[in-house]
């Protein structure tokens, strides 16, 4: 079972609007990861927080975590239509070395 | 900088044939995984190796097997595929710590007929 789980499933928005895509998991973690898929590849890390931290920024993207709701949110700002893909978080619960994936929020940006 | 190379990119199997996937990372990478991917299943754990010589089952393992006979290569075998394993499979790899990423490879068709 998927420890993270991302909402929305789906999110459509026109270039230039920021789109925020959220990640709740179960269990108590060290690190929380976001990556991207582009259609027909494979998955590429974008950016990790640490549990004693609060937020972090990565150029356009934002993340933030909330240990005490046990979830996290990822805001592109300013989206390009080169943003279209699926964003998956990923948890290592429990401490384990093994990340578990979420089932992904895929983001459509219209040029 | 080839990263992780999965071959091959395509393949279709008739029900009952077996295969092999390859996985091979440059990276000198300790951890391996093997990852399917399902259509609003996200990605879900196969097998995984901790170190050469070293495999451990998953999420989902039955009806394949892997071996990891060199640091860089992890294999995964379907013995006698079934129409259920028709999927995308993604290899990827990583440094001994939950605070480093995984690299992936761009994954392999896989279609059981």
């Known amino acids: 079972s998927q420890q993270g789980e991302e909402d929305p499933q789906a999110l459509s928005i026109q270039e230039g609007e920021n789109a925020t895509m959220n990640c709740s998991y179960k269990?108590?973690?060290?690190?929380l990861q976001w990556y991207r898929q582009n259609s027909g590849r494979g998955l590429v890390h974008l950016i990790l927080?640490?549990?004693?931290?609060r937020e972090k920024h990565s150029g356009r993207l934002r993340v933030t975590l909330d240990t005490s709701k046990k979830s996290s949110s990822l805001l592109i700002t300013a989206s390009r239509a080169a943003d279209t893909a699926s964003y998956f978080c990923a948890t290592d619960a429990g401490g384990s070395y093994i990340p578990t994936f979420g089932r992904g929020t895929s983001l459509i940006v219209h040029p | 900088n080839a990263g992780v190379t999965q071959t091959p990119k395509f393949r279709v199997l008739k029900t009952g044939q077996s295969m092999t996937l390859l996985c091979a990372q440059d990276m000198n990478h300790e951890y391996m995984y093997w990852y399917r991917q399902d259509p609003g299943m996200g990605l879900r754990l196969i097998h995984y190796s901790v170190g050469e010589g070293t495999t451990a089952k998953g999420e989902v393992p039955d009806g394949y097997n892997v071996s990891r006979l060199k640091k860089q290569n992890f294999l995964l075998g379907l013995e006698s595929a079934a129409p259920s394993q028709t999927s995308v499979y993604f290899c990827?790899?990583?440094?001994?710590?939950?605070?480093?990423?995984?690299?992936f490879g761009d994954g392999t068709r896989l279609s059981i007929l």
């Open positions: 927080i640490r549990s004693n931290e």
């Open positions: 990827a790899s990583s440094y001994v710590r939950s605070d480093q990423p995984q690299h």
């Open positions: 269990t108590s973690i060290n690190n």
